[in-house]
């Protein structure tokens, strides 16, 4: 079993930068790919990041490529994106999630293929 949660969210005006953390209990070791996904009102969920293998190999939303970056720190068990430039239309529920590596990368952009999921961190970012 693996559990997460996010913290770090909150308001800032567009152009700052926030980071946000997900701490994971259970196996979560390079064995698992780690993302971050979004979710604005009214709107499906989105992929933003995925970081896996032990080459910590990430893929990035190209809506916030060269803005956001994902990284991990595995003695923390702990993944972080760090979100910078940000926008209005970054204002979402940020969720980060979990499944096992070993799939190609179009595998880790559904939302459908995660089993755990933490509750979420709101970010605002104000124009």
């Known amino acids: 079993q693996v559990q997460l949660v996010e913290s770090g969210g909150g308001l800032v005006q567009a152009g700052g930068s926030l980071r946000l953390s997900c701490a994971a209990s259970?196996?979560?070791?390079?064995?698992?790919?780690m993302a971050w996904f979004r979710q604005a009102p009214g709107k499906e969920r989105q992929f933003v990041a995925v970081?896996?293998?032990?080459?910590?190999?990430?893929n990035i939303a190209d809506s916030v490529k060269g803005r956001f970056t994902i990284s991990r720190d595995n003695a923390k068990n702990t993944v972080y994106l760090q979100m910078n430039s940000l926008r209005s239309e970054d204002t979402a529920v940020y969720y980060c999630?979990?499944?096992?590596?070993?799939?190609?990368?179009?595998?880790?952009?559904?939302?459908?293929?995660?089993?755990?999921w933490g509750q979420g961190t709101q970010v605002t970012v104000s124009s």
């Open positions: 259970g196996r979560t070791d390079t064995s698992y790919a």
């Open positions: 999630a979990a499944e096992r590596s070993g799939y190609s990368i179009g595998y880790y952009l559904s939302s459908q293929n995660y089993p755990y």
């Open positions: 970081i896996r293998g032990i080459r910590s190999s990430t």
